[in-house]
């Protein structure tokens, strides 16, 4: 027989009925004795003692003021009190009715407080006491008999598991614009449905696949596919999950993770940016004693602890697979990587008819197109496009989304919503108006960077006057130096034609000239176009990021060769610009042309603006 010490334990039920007996004592007690009339003022009292109501009136006067509180005793055994902002008022009334003939008196000034409200101000005080004492005894008794349940959840994991029949999980038909690494994933379902096809020829199956690619190209939807489609069960957590401030945690939870699924087998672990746990060690603060780096190694220790083909696959994903430990990217942890890319137009146009597949879509919305100027969405892009469509549509209460709802969205992601209510003067809008017109030339004419997709001088969410947005409708993989120094003629184009319009210039050109630095500076130090510097890599690596040396930040080149790079950055915008410059005073009729459509619709099209170089 197990002996427990007994413990406190008070109910909600308890505490709410304590409650309301503390405020009904406290309501009785302040209209115990004397009642004060609501709404009784010194009109009615005027009134009542000229009909002989009452047969005693008492005047407490304030300490302080004129004011006083007064007590009436009616003649029929009734009372009443009322406050009066001067006692003198009272008295004067007492005085002028001759046939009152009852007492009247005015005591002297309270100087405290009273002796009720000190003994109801006690008692109350005692009795929070006394009930706060309770709660404290029941909860610490609840705790001591809690701690152990407590303390071993701590270091429990915190993985979600997926049963192959779960709502949530998936198949690869859910899975679009990824061909090629549904292939690759293959072998893993195969092996996950019939192993003995894998052992019987001596076959590894790899114990790990980390999973590379920017945010949002679907590295978790792709790991939940694969164990929907082999049919076993999926354990999907962050690696943020692992990491706490009491060291030793995380390793635990690591142990607990692998004892599931062990005990799961065959199954999937799923560690979503694990990055955050298997970063490469001795970058912390706290050298190799932190916290992170104890899971880190608990997992290295896991990964090589479940034998060959016990049908259990460690799956990854991250976007910085550059910081990670090498020690996890071994062979026989993460032994495969495999890259997600960015969906090309065909995978775009997949991932759009999915995530429009639940919604009422109109006969003039073409996928295709649609496609061709989304070059760089990711699948999560396209996602929020199509859900920002649908609000759109349900927003002005149409029953089916549209071009027009897909385009309009496709421009708010990109840019940012429109701000037409905002106040812009005359003159802002002119200089606005040709600074995005020397833009969407310089799109249209140059070959590598257009054309143009809408031009517009409606001040955006962004903080932005006006906007140009072009159409990248290739899915090029390297960038040329051609391009690259296009895209500096473009970022340059409205300051240059500020200038030749108006006698100055402003400040809205400075995000270009900062993005058009950027890109000649990187044509420099790091892709090796320029000729003085020669094809050596002098970017700065960002070792802060990683932690690994915080005390030398140094540059890894002379002052000298950096006056050279500088020198040679100058150079390239300087040639940019003259070429640019002569560009647009080649189609200063255009530029008039663009700059007056846009003061006068504010908004146009690829279509109006390319009809101005025909007319």
């Not at 549209?402 to 905002?422: L, N, Q, V, Y």
């Not at 189609?587 to 663009?594: A, C, E, G, T």
Request: aromatic share 8%.
């Amino acid at each position: 027989m197990d002996n427990k010490e007994p413990s406190f334990f008070i109910s909600p039920r308890l505490i709410i009925l304590f409650v309301l007996v503390l405020i009904g004592f406290f309501i009785w007690a302040s209209f115990n004795g004397t009642s004060n009339t609501t709404g009784y003022n010194l009109m009615k009292f005027e009134q009542e003692i000229k009909e002989g109501n009452f047969k005693s009136v008492d005047v407490y006067p304030s300490a302080n003021s004129n004011a006083g509180k007064v007590y009436v005793d009616g003649k029929k055994g009734t009372s009443v009190s009322f406050y009066v902002s001067d006692i003198t008022k009272v008295e004067e009334i007492v005085k002028s009715v001759d046939s009152y003939e009852g007492d009247y008196s005015v005591h002297k000034p309270e100087s405290g407080i009273s002796s009720n409200v000190i003994i109801i101000g006690i008692i109350g005080v005692v009795a929070v006491v006394v009930f706060m004492f309770f709660v404290f005894i029941g909860s610490q008794a609840r705790n001591i008999q809690g701690t152990d349940n407590r303390m071993a959840n701590f270091g429990k994991s915190r993985a979600r598991k997926i049963a192959p029949d779960d709502p949530a999980a998936r198949k690869f038909d859910d899975v679009a614009g990824m061909k090629e690494e549904k292939e690759e994933m293959q072998e893993f379902v195969d092996f996950l449905k019939a192993p003995e096809d894998y052992t019987k020829v001596g076959a590894r199956i790899p114990k790990g696949v980390i999973l590379v690619g920017s945010p949002g190209t679907g590295k978790t939807l792709l790991a939940k596919a694969i164990a929907g489609e082999a049919g076993v069960p999926f354990f999907s957590l962050s690696g943020s999950d692992f990491v706490e401030m009491f060291v030793g945690v995380g390793a635990s939870r690591v142990r607990d993770l692998f004892e599931q699924a062990k005990a799961n087998s065959p199954c999937i672990i799923f560690i979503d940016e694990i990055d955050a746990v298997a970063r490469k060690r001795g970058s912390g603060m706290g050298g190799g004693h932190d916290e992170r780096e104890q899971t880190l190694n608990q997992l290295l220790v896991e990964m090589d602890g479940f034998g060959v083909n016990e049908g259990i696959i460690v799956m990854a994903a991250t976007n910085r697979i550059d910081i990670l430990d090498p020690a996890i990217l071994r062979p026989g942890r993460f032994d495969r990587h495999i890259t997600v890319s960015m969906p090309d137009v065909a995978g775009r146009e997949e991932i759009l008819k999915v995530h429009a597949f639940n919604k009422p879509i109109a006969d003039d919305v073409d996928f295709r197109a649609i496609a061709r100027i989304t070059a760089g969405f990711s699948g999560a892009d396209l996602e929020n496009l199509m859900n920002e469509s649908a609000i759109r549509c349900a927003k002005d209460k149409r029953q089916y989304i549209t071009d027009e709802d897909i385009r309009t969205s496709f421009i708010k992601i990109g840019i940012g919503a429109e701000r037409k209510s905002r106040k812009v003067t005359e003159h802002d809008r002119k200089i606005t108006a040709y600074h995005e017109a020397g833009h969407a030339i310089l799109f249209h004419v140059l070959p590598d960077v257009g054309p143009v997709h809408t031009i517009s001088i409606i001040p955006t969410g962004t903080g932005a006057a006006g906007y140009t947005m072009p159409i990248n409708e290739k899915d090029n993989i390297f960038r040329t130096r051609g391009e690259m120094i296009q895209d500096i003629k473009v970022s340059l184009g409205g300051r240059i034609a500020e200038s030749l319009i108006f006698d100055d210039v402003t400040t809205g050109a400075s995000q270009d000239i900062k993005q058009a630095t950027s890109i000649a500076r990187d044509m420099v130090t790091k892709f090796g176009f320029s000729d003085s510097v020669g094809m050596i890599n002098y970017a700065n690596e960002d070792e802060m990021f990683i932690g690994r040396d915080m005390m030398h930040a140094a540059k890894a080149y002379s002052e000298k060769t950096a006056s050279i790079i500088d020198c040679e950055v100058k150079k390239i915008i300087d040639s940019c610009y003259e070429d640019a410059k002569m560009i647009l005073m080649d189609n200063i009729n255009v530029l008039h042309k663009s700059a007056e459509m846009l003061l006068e619709k504010e908004r146009i099209t690829r279509e109006e603006f390319e009809m101005l170089f025909e007319a």
